[in-house]
């Protein structure tokens, strides 16, 4: 089966914070989601993210309705996931006596059905077993990667705005490093790609060791080809670059971007041990070469959203199955004429990748033509539970008729677009 024109039609949420009982629908390429604040859009991104990527640790009690769609055809895969707490009570009497008794169990349920799955039940009663849950939906040949590019930048962002020191071993990359990544908060795509071309096989495979040269003199030329060698290779294998920096050129301030061809490497012929030091990204703005912490707030915040977006498109697990990409208030910061610009490349890209973004810019809305309004969802509070409705039609063709003169972002501003 071909999931690359799958699209996620509709969702179902129930039991997260504001998030019961919601009920959206969403168009196959770009969705806009505007509404006031604390209406719990943020609420909704985030437990939205945590159902597809399959992390439900964080909740206790929730229920799920997912709808797969793919785009060519009728076929409809859905997926219903709830999760519930039971607990093992004791009378009120041993309680009291014995609280370290008192007891929870988890119990998950997914159940797939799909025009290839009549109907498929699978029942997960430890937390740990969570993690079987992709397996599942894989051997169902179901696939779905979620990415969340929150507002800000990551807390941790090496190679970036820091340089990154790493040790490289015989057998490839330190233990300490890869758990220093692993338990780091840094969920940028770019830097995975950046540090997958330090570790590459025919890399590690350069063979920086010799033990069988006893002079300094040799020892000490083997170390300068090595060093040469790694150098020369680094550099060519970031030849992705130059993809990236002609779509940063297009929607972005920043003309160039490269590798800092000033980084040291340290071999240790003795321990086998190599050192890669002062490893960091130049950009080129203004006709003038900067660091990540030189640019302006905005243009920071315009690199890191393309940078994922590029990398993640690039990427061959990208281009299999269900691709979300979710964006939180990608204005923040960012000057209104680049905006619309970064609003266009999200836009053409979401011509192979679905889009769910969260915005209180109208200045977003003027991407859109007349045919695609239905893109908008507007978050609203109803007793104080988070609503997401689609456009009426009546607001759809009143919105029409504005932009026969105006922009959608005036009519946006000027209208009851929102209530």
Request: net charge negative.
């Amino acid at each position: 089966m071909d999931y690359n024109k799958s699209y996620l039609e509709k969702v179902s949420l129930s039991g997260y914070r504001s998030i019961s009982n919601i009920d959206v629908f969403f168009q196959k390429n770009l969705n806009i989601v505007i509404g006031k604040n604390a209406v719990g859009k943020t609420n909704f991104l985030n437990f939205l993210n945590s159902i597809l990527s399959f992390k439900f640790n964080n909740f206790n009690n929730f229920s799920t309705e997912i709808i797969l769609k793919k785009e060519d055809s009728k076929n409809e895969y859905k997926l219903f996931f709830s999760k519930k707490t039971k607990l093992n009570t004791l009378d009120s009497i041993s309680l009291q006596l014995a609280p370290t008794l008192f007891r929870s169990s988890f119990i998950g349920n997914l159940n797939i059905v799909g025009p290839e799955i009549k109907e498929r039940n699978y029942e997960i009663g430890k937390e740990e077993e969570l993690n079987l849950l992709r397996e599942i939906l894989i051997d169902e040949n179901i696939f779905i990667t979620s990415t969340f590019i929150k507002h800000g930048l990551p807390k941790q962002y090496p190679i970036i705005d820091e340089p990154l020191n790493i040790e490289l071993l015989n057998k490839g990359i330190s233990e300490e490093f890869i758990r220093s990544i692993i338990d780091s908060d840094s969920k940028s795509s770019f830097f995975t790609k950046i540090i997958n071309l330090l570790i590459t096989r025919d890399l590690i495979d350069l063979k920086f060791f010799n033990k069988k040269l006893k002079t300094e003199k040799s020892i000490s030329k083997f170390i300068e080809d090595k060093k040469a060698d790694y150098k020369n290779e680094i550099l060519k294998k970031s030849s992705f670059l130059k993809d990236l920096k002609k779509t940063l050129k297009e929607y972005s301030p920043i003309e160039d971007i490269r590798i800092n061809e000033n980084f040291l490497i340290e071999i240790d012929n003795t321990n086998e041990k190599v050192n890669l030091k002062n490893f960091y990204i130049e950009f080129y703005v203004d006709k003038k070469w900067y660091t990540f912490n030189d640019l302006s707030d905005g243009t920071k915040r315009i690199f890191y959203i393309i940078s994922e977006i590029f990398t993640l498109e690039n990427e061959s697990i990208f281009k299999v199955g269900l691709n979300i990409v979710m964006i939180e208030e990608p204005e923040l910061g960012i000057h209104p004429h680049q905006l619309y610009q970064l609003m266009r490349f999200v836009k053409e890209k979401s011509k192979n990748t679905q889009f769910i973004i969260t915005t209180h810019s109208p200045l977003s809305l003027d991407i859109l033509e007349k045919n695609e309004l239905d893109s908008i969802i507007i978050a609203k509070k109803n007793n104080g539970n988070t609503e997401l409705v689609c456009l009426s039609e009546e607001k759809i063709e009143k919105a029409r008729a504005y932009m026969d003169e105006l922009n959608l972002s005036d009519f946006w501003l000027n209208s009851d677009l929102e209530d």
